[in-house]
């Protein structure tokens, strides 16, 4: 099997990447402990150093951002109106959205930071600069949450789009030590998490360390049944020849979704709000053909 070129070529990236992260630690070290001074400034640095890592690789149509996902109780789509009966929604504020601007607005921009419609989230990414035991779920909860936000025909099953690829990041690890294995630990609070089940697409895809391992979840098979109904989770340890595996499959997950035939069919999304109000009937005028 070849590849060899594209494998050295992410391996690269990936070293690169992490490279310039510890340049940071370098020129701004913490006096004491591990890591740079400016503890804030140091987790968003690494936020901002894989949001322009991601971005230089995704097609021009996807923009990787920060913000929010706002999901509007308004009609969708030609006069969809679904959602007439629900409330506004709003997630958490989120450190990476790859959203498809080429194809959906958004309702504002400051920079990097937006408010987006759900329609046009290709995927979701918690990052930390050091994956901590008490991130796992607290982080995978609100990944579960977005995703909930974004799911756009929840009351139509068999017309559903794929959602969006939801990714747990960090650029080192800091597990406690245990008798139990961490990736065990990790795949005990998934399994809490999702109980009682959840569908596929709301549970996380990536949890890992790029500079290490990382946990992750198996595309299901294209015939679903009963018995084979499960999320399967697979465990990978990284070596320094191998780095690039974590990089490549956020990569793989993001153009999955974006790719995917049931996201093809493009729906105008819940942008727009008018209010009850009596407007004045002031006539009609023929045409000639509707196009």
């Known amino acids: ?42 987790g968003r640095y690494v936020e901002a150093l894989i949001r322009s890592y991601l971005q230089k690789y995704l097609p021009r149509d996807l923009e990787v951002l920060t913000g929010f996902v706002l999901r509007p ?24 959205i790859v959203y498809d601007t080429g194809t959906y607005p958004v309702f504002q921009r400051m920079g990097e930071t937006v408010i987006v419609p759900p329609e046009g989230v290709v995927a979701v990414l918690s990052v930390k600069k050091k994956l901590r035991d008490a991130d796992i779920a607290v982080e995978c909860k609100t990944l579960l949450n977005v995703s909930h936000i974004c799911r756009c025909d929840r009351n139509k099953p068999e017309q559903r789009r794929r959602g969006p690829f939801l990714a747990l ?98 729906r105008r999304p819940g942008y727009t709000a008018f209010p009850k109000m009596p407007a004045t009937n002031l006539g009609d005028i023929p045409f000639s053909e509707l196009r």
């Open 1 to 42: 099997m070849d590849g060899q070129r594209l494998r050295k070529f992410w391996n690269q990236e990936v070293s690169a990447l992490l490279a310039v992260y510890r340049q940071f630690e370098t020129l701004l070290p913490h006096p004491v402990t591990e890591g740079a001074e400016h503890r804030g400034e140091d």
């Open 73 to 96: 109780a308004v009609k969708t789509g030609k006069n969809d109106r679904a959602r007439s009966k629900e409330t506004d929604a709003h997630s958490s504020q989120l450190d990476i």
């Open 169 to 266: 990041v960090g650029a080192a690890a800091e597990l406690a030590d245990s008798a139990v294995a961490k990736e065990k630990q990790i795949f005990q609070k998934l399994k809490d998490i999702y109980t009682p089940p959840v569908s596929y697409d709301d549970m996380v895809g990536f949890i890992g360390d790029l500079s290490g391992w990382h946990v992750f979840k198996a595309r299901p098979p294209e015939k679903i049944t009963e018995q084979n109904k499960k999320a399967k989770y697979r465990y990978l340890e990284q070596t320094e020849e191998h780095l690039h595996h974590g990089f490549q499959f956020l990569l793989s997950g993001i153009l999955s979704v974006y790719y995917d035939e049931t996201r093809r069919n493009i």
